[in-house]
């Protein structure tokens, strides 16, 4: 596989829930990614770590809390969520950040459905 | 901002036949193009990538092309086999992060 590893790899949960994505990649990797893939559009990169330093956040609500606690580990908390949030959660990893021009290596993704 | 155009969304071959798939994008700066493939219930995957230091690469059966004037790449698959089915990725460095084509679903029947 990719050394990209998510769980849970599917989730359902109600709009009051709160949980969590994992993800854990073992490239030695200084950059990890969330992204959201929905049917029919492109991925939307989501946040951008480097070296566990926030260094994106494209307009993403406040629902969604995203966690570096070192370079290996990368979490999604989930709060409160409508349906349209039900999606594939991809996370993904690279060398560095590097404006976009390095490899990134996703995972297998985390298919959410919020009911 | 970059905008990354892919075409067609979705294409159908025969086992054997060559398939090609489009991206056009906005930010002539943008210099890094990958290309992923996913299959399902599976992540996007690297399958090639081009710079824009370079016109073409080829990896067996798989060739990327770049038209840096045009602002236009390509993706080439030739002797296509069933397991190419799957949906397929273009993206292009812009804004400091990839930016990704919707999707291209291929489809090849035996």
């Known amino acids: 596989e990719t050394g990209v590893t998510q769980t849970p790899r599917h989730l359902v949960m109600g709009m009051t829930n709160k949980k969590s994505l994992k993800c854990e990649q073992h490239?030695?990797?200084?950059?990890m990614y969330w992204y959201k893939q929905s049917a029919k559009k492109p991925l939307e990169l989501m946040f951008v770590?480097?070296?566990?330093?926030?260094?994106e956040n494209n307009s993403v609500p406040s629902r969604f809390s995203p966690e570096c606690p070192n370079s290996s580990h990368l979490f999604l908390h989930l709060h409160t969520l409508q349906p349209e949030d039900s999606a594939l959660y991809l996370c993904?990893?690279?060398?560095?950040?590097?404006?976009?021009?390095?490899?990134?290596?996703f995972g297998p993704g985390t298919r959410l459905l919020v009911l | 901002g970059e905008n990354v155009e892919q075409h067609p969304s979705t294409l159908s071959v025969q086992e054997g036949d060559s398939a090609v798939i489009k991206c056009t994008y906005s930010d002539s700066a943008s210099n890094y193009f990958p290309w992923y493939k996913q299959e399902l219930g599976k992540g996007p995957q690297l399958i090639i990538d081009?710079?824009?230091?370079?016109g073409e690469k080829k990896d067996q059966r798989i060739a990327v092309t770049l038209n840096k004037t045009a602002k236009h790449f390509s993706l080439h698959i030739t002797e296509t086999q069933p397991e190419d089915s799957a949906v397929y990725f273009c993206?292009?460095?812009?804004?400091?992060?990839?930016?990704f084509g919707k999707g291209t679903k291929l489809s090849v029947k035996p």
């Open positions: 490239l030695g990797h200084n950059a």
């Open positions: 770590y480097s070296l566990e330093e926030r260094v």
């Open positions: 993904a990893s690279s060398q560095d950040v590097a404006g976009g021009q390095e490899t990134q290596y």
């Open positions: 081009i710079r824009s230091n370079v």
């Open positions: 993206a292009a460095s812009g804004q400091g992060n990839l930016i």
